[in-house]
């Protein structure tokens, strides 16, 4: 299984970001998608996550209202789209995959990202006040 990651930068608090995320090595059906972030001294967080089969999005309720993630499941894509950023939300960006087994099962992966199985190189994202 491998993630490809893309997207990140230096953003002005209230702006906009997009994260990407390709997925290959796996049957995208069985697989939950996620982002997880890690901001400086501080754990883990899963924040978003997403499956092809049944269309199931869960979001942390530090992001919800304010990131999605869309996809294209055509192209074993997720994306996350980050509005209205704030200087808290800097930290490093990561996607994550790991079997779906349930139709809840992105709700694990946001209450505990360590169960996650697979992991991308991560991306940067600064905001700036």
């Known amino acids: 299984v491998q993630l490809v990651e893309s997207g990140g930068g230096l953003v002005q608090a209230g702006g906009s970001l997009r994260l990407s995320c390709t997925a290959s090595g796996l049957t995208f059906d069985d697989y939950v998608i996620g982002w997880v972030r890690q901001a400086p001294g501080k754990e883990r967080e899963g924040i978003a996550s997403?499956?092809?089969?049944?269309?199931?999005?869960y979001y942390a309720e530090s992001v919800e209202a304010r990131f999605t993630i869309p996809s294209d499941d055509g192209k074993n894509t997720v994306y996350l789209q980050m509005n209205n950023l704030k200087p808290e939300d800097t930290a490093d960006y990561f996607c994550?995959?790991?079997?779906?087994?349930?139709?809840?099962?992105?709700?694990?992966?946001?209450?505990?990202?360590?169960?996650?199985?697979?992991w991308g190189q991560g991306a940067q994202v600064t905001v700036s006040s």
């Open positions: 997403y499956s092809s089969n049944g269309g199931n999005i």
């Open positions: 994550a995959s790991g079997p779906r087994f349930t139709a809840y099962r992105g709700r694990v992966y946001i209450a505990n990202a360590d169960h996650f199985t697979h």
